[in-house]
C-alpha cells in the first residue's frame, strides 16, 4: 500500500458534533526502550518554569520554535544558518505558547501564536510579512482557560486557523478564523474532561486536509483523542498510557492512508516515570511507527518539567520531540535515522531564549 508523510499545520472545521468523555483505564503497552546518545550545547537562557516550548514549521519545513522566558514574554526562534536566532515579540504569557503555520503555503513564514494570558483569556499574535521579521499586535480571543494550561492551534490551509483549550469546566472548547486571524468565530464546546493542556494537528491528505486529530490527558491520566473527519466530531478514543500529571500530548501529523485517507498521527508523551514515550494512531491501522503501541524513547539528560513535549518534522524528514526540563533548558529529541530503527533516537540541547 501506498502511503505518504505530510508536514504538520492544524486545522479545524465549523461544523460540531458533541460527545461526552467515556473515562476508561487503559494502562499502555511497552514495544521496546530506545538507546541513544547525549551530545552536548551550550545553553543559552531558560524558559519560565512550568512551561513548554510549541513548534512548528516554514520554510522548507526548517523548525520554528516558540517559548516563554523567565520574564513571561513570548520569544520566537527564527530558522537561520547560524542554527537560530531568538526574537522577542512580548505579551505576558502565563501558560506554555501554541504556534502554527499555515499548511500547503510555500515559500513563507507566516506564524501563528496563542497564549494564555494573565486575564485567563486566550492572546493571538501573528507575523505582519511573509519572512517572520514583522509581528502584529496581541489580539484577545476572550475565554477563560483552566489555570495551569495552554492552548493548542493548527492550520489547514492558508487563512484558516483553530485554537483549542480546555475551559474552567475541564471541557475541550474550539474557536476557529477563515480570513488568517482578522474574525473568529465563537466559542464552542467540543466536551470530554481535560486534566492538562490539549494538542491538535492536522490530518495532512491532499484530498482531505481538513481532518484533524485532537489529543488530550483524561481524568484517568491516560491519552484520549477526539478527530474531526471533515465533515463530524468522532467519539473520544483512549490510546491508554499514563501521562505525568499537568502534562499533556504532543502530537503531529504523519502522514495518511492513499487509499482511504485516513490520518496517520504520531503522539509524544511524558509518562508517569517523567519519561517521554511515543506512538502513532490512525483508525486504518495499516501504516504504522511502533505497531500502535507505547514505545519509550532514550532518557533525557536532564529531568523533564512539568509540561507538554511539541513534536513535529525537521526539515529533513527526521522526527524531533522538544521538551523544557526542570532546570529551565530546552532539549531536543529527534530520530536521526530518517525512518530507520527506533534506537537512532539522540538527544541534544537548543539554546534557550536570552
Not at 458534533?17 to 467515556?22: G, R, V
Request: glycine share 12%.
Amino acid at each position: 500500500m501506498n502511503h505518504k508523510r505530510a508536514l504538520i499545520s492544524i486545522a479545524m472545521a465549523a461544523t460540531v458534533l458533541i460527545s461526552l468523555f467515556a473515562v476508561i483505564s487503559s494502562a499502555a503497552s511497552v514495544s521496546s526502550q530506545a538507546s541513544g546518545t547525549t551530545v552536548a550545547a551550550n545553553l543559552v537562557g531558560q524558559t519560565m518554569a512550568g512551561t513548554g516550548p510549541a513548534a512548528t514549521y516554514g520554510q522548507a519545513g526548517i523548525p520554528v520554535l516558540v517559548a516563554v522566558g523567565t520574564s513571561g514574554q513570548d520569544w520566537c526562534m527564527l530558522p537561520s544558518n547560524s542554527g537560530g536566532v531568538w526574537t522577542s515579540i512580548g505579551g505576558s504569557a502565563t501558560s506554555s505558547p501554541a504556534a502554527t503555520t499555515p499548511y500547503g503555503v510555500s515559500d513563507s513564514l507566516i506564524i501563528d501564536v496563542f497564549v494564555r494570558g494573565t486575564d485567563s483569556a486566550i492572546w493571538y499574535k501573528t507575523t505582519a510579512n511573509n519572512n517572520g521579521t514583522a509581528w502584529s499586535g496581541w489580539m484577545s480571543l476572550g475565554g477563560q482557560i483552566a489555570s495551569g494550561t495552554g492552548p493548542a492551534a493548527c492550520s489547514w490551509s492558508a487563512g484558516r486557523l483553530d485554537v483549542f483549550v480546555e475551559g474552567t469546566n475541564g471541557a475541550l472548547w474550539h474557536k476557529w478564523s477563515i480570513n488568517g486571524g482578522t474574525t473568529w468565530s465563537k466559542w464552542e464546546s467540543l466536551g470530554g474532561k481535560l486534566t492538562a493542556s490539549p494538542a491538535a494537528s492536522a490530518g495532512g491528505s491532499p484530498t482531505a486536509p481538513n481532518q484533524i486529530g485532537v489529543f488530550v490527558r483524561g481524568t484517568d491520566s491516560a491519552c484520549w483523542c477526539k478527530e474531526w473527519t471533515g465533515t463530524a466530531w468522532s467519539s473520544w478514543k483512549s490510546l491508554g498510557g499514563q501521562l505525568a500529571p499537568n502534562t499533556g500530548p504532543g502530537v503531529m501529523g504523519a502522514g495518511y492512508d492513499n487509499t482511504t485517507d485516513v490520518p496517520i498521527y504520531w503522539v509524544s508523551v511524558q509518562g508517569s516515570d517523567h519519561q517521554l514515550w511515543s506512538r502513532d494512531f490512525g483508525e486504518a491501522g495499516s501504516y504504522r511507527f511502533f505497531d500502535n503501541v507505547w514505545s519509550q524513547l532514550p532518557a533525557c539528560p536532564e529531568m523533564l518539567s512539568a509540561s507538554s513535549p511539541a513534536a513535529g518534522w525537521s526539515y529533513d524528514g527526521h522526527t524531533e520531540v522538544f521538551v523544557s526540563t526542570t532546570s529551565g533548558n530546552l532539549m531536543e529529541c529527534f530520530w536521526s535515522g530518517n525512518w530507520a530503527p527506533v534506537n537512532t533516537w539522540e538527544w541534544s540541547s537548543v539554546a534557550g531564549p536570552p
